[in-house]
């Protein structure tokens, strides 16, 4: 069956860690994303990749670091760098920017 | 610049109709998508429309008014399994078309 994982689905991290989230699809979708959540606002953008080895920073990058080395994975560091990790983070997939998104279970991460 | 505005919450009765507004600012238009999402999960494609007028799917019918910047997700024969968020996302033309994203609105079901 075709989809898009996340793993893990619970991630626990103490402060001043790097913590990598990851991101796989089969749906041989060119474009990727990764959202974060806050309760009671909408989806931001982290990042977003439209081709393997090319990705564009979203509105809210800094602390973030990505990669796209395949067309089947899109993994997510969350640096120390970022003040307030402490969310629920989102990955998409889609076959071009104007077509339906397919997302992943997402990755609930608690940083203490 | 670019906002979208949906409420915040919206309490409906098992059996009934409701209609979740969504309105636009966008410099551009190249459609509008409404996503489910149950607390928890993720959010799941429901619709999406380009062109004025109402496109019905089963129970859910969305509605799209480009001159007002307008749109409604509108949802009969209401179940328990309804209550969710509903998002509504217009991609934005000045940002290769990524989408931007209501807040969401948490629809309350009661027996």
């Known amino acids: 069956d075709g989809g898009i994982t996340q793993s893990p689905k619970y991630l626990f991290r103490k402060e001043g860690q790097n913590v990598t989230l990851s991101c796989e699809q089969n749906l041989n979708h060119d474009a990727m994303y990764w959202y974060r959540q806050d309760p009671g606002q909408g989806l931001r953008l982290i990042y977003y990749s439209q081709i393997v080895n090319d990705f564009q920073k979203g509105d809210i990058a800094e602390g973030y670091s990505v990669s796209r080395e395949k067309k089947e994975s899109f993994p997510l560091t969350v640096t120390s760098a970022q003040k307030n990790p402490t969310a629920f983070y989102l990955c998409?997939?889609?076959?071009?920017?104007?077509?339906?998104?397919?997302f992943g279970q997402g990755t609930r991460l608690t940083v203490v | 610049g670019q906002n979208i505005d949906q409420p915040t919450e919206m309490t409906a009765t098992e059996g009934a109709i409701v209609q979740i507004n969504c309105t636009y600012q966008?410099?551009?238009?190249?459609?509008l998508f409404w996503y489910q999402q149950h607390a928890g999960e993720a959010p799941t494609f429901l619709s999406y429309n380009v062109l004025d007028g109402l496109e019905e799917k089963g129970r859910f019918s969305s509605f799209l008014s480009r001159s007002k910047g307008y749109s409604y997700l509108l949802l009969k024969e209401l179940q328990m399994k309804d209550s969710a968020s509903y998002l509504c996302a217009v991609p934005d033309m000045d940002s290769n078309y990524q989408l931007i994203w209501g807040a969401g609105t948490k629809l309350i079901i009661k027996p």
């Open positions: 966008t410099s551009g238009f190249n459609g």
């Open positions: 998409a997939s889609s076959d071009r920017e104007d077509t339906e998104a397919f």
